[in-house]
């Protein structure tokens, strides 16, 4: 209320200060509740809100300052649709991605196999189905694949098929791949019938 019993207009603006508008949120408050409360409201101040001259500045210049939440994550960092050896032989794996991210973090006794043997157990999670699997990993001159179990493991026990995509990543901290299948290919009706 106002002087003389007239209504303060309502107001729709959202501020980050006390009751009323512009004025600084200041308390002798100092209770866990509020410092924790304060801390968020001085995080939110530091967002900067985006205008489209600012995104056409950063474009312009071939930049880009806007930070984005991580609401799109995809931990897979090798994608692969099955191919007909894949299905029916051994799984291919990219090289690059071996290179960078599998064999540097072996424990030290693949690490030793793969460097004298040319092939070490791992350990594979299906994430699917929430199971751990071990498979051979083997370095030939043509790549690197899982072999042994991988039929057995996941093309049988996951009715797995050309075209199916599948989705790895090293979990570095267990030592392990994880697996999933990302997309089945169409199935016939027999196929449907049968799984």
């Given at each position: 209320?106002?002087?003389?019993?007239?209504?303060?207009?309502?107001?729709?603006?959202?501020?980050?200060?006390?009751?009323?508008?512009?004025?600084?949120?200041?308390?002798?408050?100092?209770?866990?509740?509020?410092?924790?409360?304060?801390?968020?409201?001085?995080?939110?101040?530091?967002?900067?809100?985006?205008?489209?001259?600012?995104?056409?500045?950063?474009t312009?210049?071939?930049?880009?300052?806007?930070?984005?939440?991580?609401?799109?994550?995809?931990p897979?960092?090798?994608?692969?649709?099955?191919?007909?050896?894949?299905?029916?032989?051994?799984?291919?794996?990219?090289?690059?991605?071996?290179?960078?991210?599998?064999?540097?973090?072996?424990?030290?006794?693949?690490?030793?196999?793969?460097?004298?043997?040319?092939?070490?157990?791992?350990?594979?999670?299906?994430?699917?189905?929430?199971?751990?699997?071990?498979?051979?990993?083997?370095?030939?001159?043509?790549?690197?694949?899982?072999?042994?179990?991988?039929?057995?493991?996941?093309?049988?026990?996951?009715?797995?098929?050309?075209?199916?995509?599948?989705?790895?990543?090293?979990?570095?901290g267990?030592?392990?791949?994880?697996?999933?299948?990302?997309?089945r290919?169409?199935?016939?009706?027999?196929e449907?019938?049968?799984?």
């Amino acid at each position: 209320m106002m002087a003389g019993g007239e209504q303060a207009p309502l107001s729709l603006e959202l501020t980050l200060g006390g009751p009323w508008v512009g004025e600084p949120w200041v308390s002798a408050d100092t209770s866990e509740e509020y410092l924790k409360m304060r801390k968020i409201c001085m995080n939110l101040m530091g967002f900067k809100v985006y205008s489209l001259k600012d995104e056409a500045d950063e474009t312009e210049a071939k930049v880009c300052t806007r930070l984005a939440l991580c609401s799109s994550f995809d931990p897979w960092i090798m994608k692969k649709p099955l191919g007909h050896h894949d299905i029916i032989h051994r799984l291919c794996l990219r090289k690059l991605w071996m290179d960078r991210d599998v064999l540097p973090n072996l424990n030290e006794q693949a690490k030793h196999e793969m460097d004298h043997d040319d092939r070490t157990i791992v350990q594979i999670y299906d994430a699917d189905t929430q199971s751990n699997h071990e498979v051979e990993l083997r370095s030939e001159a043509a790549g690197i694949f899982f072999r042994a179990s991988w039929i057995q493991n996941f093309v049988d026990r996951r009715q797995l098929k050309q075209g199916d995509a599948i989705g790895i990543y090293w979990e570095t901290g267990k030592h392990r791949s994880v697996f999933s299948v990302l997309k089945r290919a169409p199935r016939t009706r027999e196929e449907l019938l049968r799984g």
